[in-house]
């Protein structure tokens, strides 16, 4: 992801909603992706100063206005009162609850990044109103009994299982809650955990559905991941008594990617989308590697610039995304080392693993539009 520039010349982030020099008002044009600053109008809406919006008003999301868990606007004619982002939520956290309102503040804030993401790969965004079987949909919830996030002893309440199914993707609050998801993350003896990850992890199953199933890329799915008819209770109940194989590096991203096809599939999704976007951010930010900078295509960054992409996103060669980003998190990983910190990237891409990520580039250029 690329940080943003306001009409003042200051630079703003994506979350951003006032800028610190001018004091303006910032907000997000999805159709533009771009964060512009904004000013008032007679009639109560916002003119957009960034010159891709041209002649267009527009209104705040509701969850903007009202709740501070959103930045996105919406053109002054659409009559949603949330925004596409927003309009996505199934479920959202039960707000009389005091600490909730910080918990889904985070989550909305990773599900925008995956859009961003989504978006930036041309990738179809399509929720229940056009798809009302299995359009892209998201529930927040909690477990029912307070301070009992991720417990084993279900006794009389009903634990949230963060997943999906037919399109809607279910999180569980505790997973905005540092300190749970660290207890966590220890407790199932993984290398990485983020909230963000979820987000990516779950929308690998979501379009496996769109761009895999029933479609002409299933054979070689098979073929490259295996055969998803396996008995996938069976063979997640198996990797949670016995771990993964001895041999998982050599064939997987992760451990749990082991475990069955489709979640090899979901950890491949959400590593590529880890790298197009991660790269993207080193890009903008002008990172160079052995030497060569990664470009963004495009005129230079300023308050007026279009939207640019990393130069080795889905319109370019894997080969030259893959080199960049092992040199990267290389260089990112040494870079924590030095402040004693967890690396940033933990793991380790053997050939079966990048020739899954190859794959998932394809069918990511394919489905492109």
């Given at each position: 992801?690329?940080?943003?520039?306001?009409?003042?010349?200051?630079?703003?982030?994506?979350?951003?909603?006032?800028?610190?020099?001018?004091?303006?008002?910032?907000?997000?044009?999805?159709?533009?992706?771009?964060?512009?600053?904004?000013?008032?109008?007679?009639?109560?809406?916002?003119?957009?100063?960034?010159?891709?919006?041209?002649?267009?008003?527009?209104?705040?999301?509701?969850?903007?206005?009202?709740?501070?868990?959103?930045?996105?606007?919406?053109?002054?004619?659409?009559?949603?009162?949330?925004?596409?982002?927003?309009?996505?939520?199934?479920?959202?956290?039960?707000?009389?609850?005091?600490?909730?309102?910080?918990?889904?503040?985070?989550?909305?804030?990773?599900?925008?990044?995956?859009?961003?993401?989504?978006?930036?790969?041309?990738?179809?965004?399509?929720?229940?109103?056009?798809?009302?079987?299995?359009?892209?949909?998201?529930?927040?919830?909690?477990?029912?009994?307070?301070?009992?996030?991720?417990?084993?002893?279900?006794?009389?309440?009903?634990?949230?299982?963060?997943?999906?199914?037919?399109?809607?993707?279910?999180?569980?609050l505790a997973e905005a809650d540092p300190s749970s998801r660290e207890r966590m993350r220890e407790r199932m003896n993984e290398f990485y955990r983020t909230l963000l990850g979820h987000f990516r992890h779950e929308s690998g199953h979501y379009y496996w559905d769109r761009l895999i199933r029933s479609?002409?890329?299933?054979?070689?799915?098979?073929?490259?991941?295996?055969?998803?008819?396996?008995?996938?209770?069976?063979?997640?109940?198996?990797?949670?008594?016995?771990?993964?194989?001895?041999?998982?590096?050599?064939?997987?991203?992760?451990?749990?990617?082991?475990?069955?096809?489709?979640?090899?599939?979901?950890?491949?999704?959400?590593?590529?989308?880890?790298?197009?976007?991660?790269?993207?951010?080193?890009?903008?930010?002008?990172?160079?590697?052995?030497?060569?900078?990664?470009?963004?295509?495009?005129?230079?960054?300023?308050?007026?610039?279009?939207?640019?992409?990393?130069?080795?996103?889905?319109?370019?060669?894997?080969?030259?995304?893959?080199?960049?980003?092992?040199?990267?998190?290389?260089?990112?990983?040494?870079?924590?080392?030095?402040?004693?910190?967890?690396?940033?990237?933990?793991?380790?891409?053997?050939?079966?693993?990048?020739?899954?990520?190859?794959?998932?580039?394809?069918?990511?250029?394919?489905?492109?539009?």
């Open positions: 992801m690329r940080n943003f520039t306001c009409r003042c010349g200051n630079t703003v982030y994506f979350e951003s909603t006032r800028c610190l020099r001018c004091g303006r008002r910032l907000g997000y044009l999805p159709e533009h992706g771009v964060v512009s600053a904004l000013e008032p109008t007679d009639d109560g809406t916002w003119r957009a100063l960034h010159a891709a919006a041209g002649d267009t008003t527009y209104r705040p999301c509701r969850n903007y206005d009202q709740e501070n868990v959103c930045n996105w606007m919406i053109p002054a004619g659409d009559g949603h009162a949330f925004c596409r982002a927003c309009r996505l939520d199934d479920t959202i956290p039960d707000l009389s609850q005091p600490r909730n309102g910080l918990l889904w503040y985070r989550i909305e804030a990773a599900k925008r990044r995956l859009l961003y993401t989504l978006d930036r790969l041309g990738l179809p965004v399509r929720g229940r109103e056009e798809d009302p079987e299995g359009g892209l949909a998201f529930a927040f919830l909690a477990d029912e009994q307070p301070g009992a996030e991720f417990s084993d002893d279900l006794g009389a309440y009903r634990r949230v299982m963060t997943g999906h199914r037919g399109g809607l993707i279910t999180i569980n479609t002409p890329w299933l054979e070689e799915f098979r073929a490259r991941f295996g055969d998803e008819r396996a008995d996938y209770e069976a063979a997640l109940a198996h990797h949670y008594a016995n771990g993964p194989p001895a041999d998982w590096r050599m064939h997987y991203v992760s451990a749990y990617a082991a475990c069955h096809p489709w979640e090899d599939w979901a950890e491949t999704w959400a590593h590529y989308l880890h790298m197009t976007d991660t790269l993207e951010t080193a890009a903008d930010h002008g990172f160079a590697i052995e030497g060569r900078e990664l470009t963004l295509p495009g005129p230079a960054a300023g308050p007026d610039a279009p939207t640019q992409q990393y130069a080795a996103g889905p319109g370019a060669d894997f080969d030259t995304l893959l080199r960049d980003w092992v040199r990267l998190t290389l260089a990112l990983n040494d870079l924590n080392r030095s402040m004693g910190l967890p690396d940033v990237y933990p793991f380790v891409l053997s050939g079966p693993a990048t020739e899954k990520l190859r794959f998932v580039h394809r069918v990511v250029r394919t489905a492109a539009h």
